[in-house]
C-alpha cells in the first residue's frame, strides 16, 4: 500500500527521534520513497548519516548545504504526505503560528501536499494549555494528529506524550493511503 508513495519526514528536536531510524527503514522496506528533513537540534539525537543510509537519499537540514539549495518549494510539493515526527513543542509553536527559521518549517509552509505530524513531548509540555492550543491550531490548518501514546518518557515520570511507535505510524500511513 505504500508501494511508490513519496514520503516526506521532518525530525525535530527530541529524545524520540531515535525512533525515526526504524519508521524510516519499515516504510523503504513497503516500497515507498522516503526523504529526510532535520532541524539542527534533531542532529544532537540522530544522525544523518544512519537516515540517509537507511531512506537512501540525502539528509537535508539547512537551505544551503554543500554549495547549492535545498528547494524547499520543490520538496513541499514532491512528496505525496508530508510526516513531521517526533513533533516537538518548539516545532508545534512555530506551525501554529508562522515562523519560519529553518529549512524544515520552510518546506512545511510550502508544502502542498497533506501533513501529518506524531507529537513528542514530556507530559507536563503535552498537558499545558498553550500546547493544546496549538495543536487545535494547526488541526484547523488542516494537519492530521497522530495520537501520543501514555508510557514512560524521558523525564522518567509515566504519562502521555510519548511519541507513536514507528509501527503505528506506519499503520496511520497506510490507512491514510
Known sequence: MLKDKKILIGVTGSIAAYKITLLVRLLVKQGAEVKVIMTESAKDFVTPLSLST???N???SSIAQNDSWANHVALGRWADVMVIAPLSCNTL????NGLCDNLLMAVYFSATCPVIAAPAMDEDMWQHP??????????SFGNQIIP???????SGLIGEGRMAEPETIESFLQDFF
Do not use: F, H, R
Open 130 to 139: 498553550s500546547t493544546k492550543n496549538n495543536l487545535q491550531k494547526i488541526q
Open 93 to 96: 509553536a512555530k506551525m501554529a
Open 58 to 60: 540525502e539528509v537535508l
Open 148 to 154: 501520543v501514546e501514555n508510557g514512560e518518557l524521558a
Open 54 to 56: 537507511l531512506s537512501k
